[in-house]
């Protein structure tokens, strides 16, 4: 048997063997290739199988399984980690347009209007504004500067508006007929009008007129207002906006009011922004290289995690108050009033623009005279 087992193996021109050492080393070797055959077979099946795993999950086979979802804290995260330490309201001195050579006073002058003509305008009037203010913005400036900005404002102002919308009316008031029925007194009944306060309700949200317009003014009163500070800071230079503040707040000097602190004021707080921008990322960036597990933390840890950097921003942020303060004192300041301010006078004002954002302004505040 055993050697017929060997012969199988041998080519059929080779002799047979007739000594004992070589019969049995024979059969040696072919009980080996044939307890080795099975393994062999495995292996070329799991090299056979991990090219096709590995197709199936490149780009261009079906994917391997579902990726892992990112936990809503990490995301968070990284959605601060891909904002700029430089704050958007920076200035920016080039390139120059229509709106660097109008002067500062008048750019705080369309800032206090805006927030009464939306206040007292039509709805219509009110989204006019705001498209207005949005066309602007992507008139004067090139895309990498207003895409995502006015891409999270369109989303924040997305927000307050379906919640007012759906929310601030959402319990009418029960009406109660205080006199007696038409049919009583032998009078006609109204004729009806086709109004309906009601304009939809579906389940326990209510929309009604009045939470429509809550909704519009609430949004375009938010964007108008955001993006207008904005379009002015990025515009003008903050000693600019400090000196043109003084101005305007000089008459107030007659009844003691502290006119040039307040400047003053307007000034550091437009500077402290900056560091604010870098304190908040700073802080992002440890905590991103940290790794942490947010699945593990859950709710309460992330909600406790958040707590406490809360808690060291506004430390840190004080402390760098304390040493601003402190080298304001060192290198001589004496108080706002014997303070120069050195304005940054890039581009010189122009009165042609000057007209055009009076002439322009004018002209929202007749149309809400008569269209409101």
């Known amino acids: 048997m055993v050697r017929s087992l060997a012969t199988l193996h041998e080519p059929n021109s080779q002799p047979c063997c007739s000594s004992p050492v070589q019969r049995c080393g024979r059969a040696r070797h072919a009980s080996s290739l044939l307890i080795r055959r099975p393994c062999s077979r495995s292996l070329v099946a799991r090299a056979r199988a991990e090219p096709a795993a590995a197709a199936a999950g490149s780009p261009g086979g079906k994917p391997a399984g579902p990726k892992p979802k990112t936990p809503l804290q990490q995301q968070i995260l990284n959605g601060i980690l891909s904002v700029s330490n430089v704050p958007y309201s920076s200035f920016v001195p080039s390139p120059v347009t229509f709106l660097h050579t109008v002067d500062a006073r008048i750019k705080q002058v369309w800032l206090v209007a805006l927030y009464i003509m939306i206040a007292r305008a039509s709805p219509a009037i009110r989204l006019s504004i705001s498209a207005t203010v949005a066309a602007i913005t992507m008139a004067n400036f090139p895309p990498r500067l207003w895409q995502s900005q006015l891409r999270r404002l369109a989303l924040l102002c997305g927000l307050i508006f379906l919640s007012t919308l759906l929310l601030a009316d959402g319990l009418p008031s029960l009406l109660q007929a205080r006199a007696p029925p038409l049919s009583l007194e032998g009078l006609p009944p109204i004729p009806g009008t086709g109004y309906h306060y009601v304009l939809l309700h579906v389940g326990i949200f209510t929309v009604t007129h009045r939470s429509l317009n809550l909704a519009i003014t609430a949004a375009s009163l938010t964007f108008s207002a955001l993006q207008t500070a904005s379009l002015c800071l990025v515009t003008t230079p903050g000693e600019e906006m400090a000196v043109a503040l003084r101005w305007w707040l000089a008459p107030l000097r007659l009844i ?7 400047a003053m004021t307007l000034l550091l707080s437009l500077r402290f922004m900056s560091l604010v921008f870098e304190e908040v990322r700073n802080l992002s960036l440890g905590l991103a290289a940290r790794g942490i597990n947010w699945e593990a933390q859950g709710g309460g840890g992330s909600l406790n995690m958040a707590g406490r950097l809360c808690v060291r921003l506004f430390g840190n942020l004080f402390q760098r108050s304390e040493n601003i303060a402190q080298a304001m004192v060192v290198r001589g300041f004496q108080g706002p009033a014997r303070h120069s301010l050195y304005m940054m006078k890039v581009n010189p004002t122009s009165a042609l623009a ?11 505040a007749a149309l809400i005279y008569f269209f409101k």
């Open 256 to 262: 003691r009011v502290p006119v040039d602190e307040v």
């Open 354 to 364: 000057n007209a055009g954002a009076l002439l322009l302004l004018a002209t929202y």
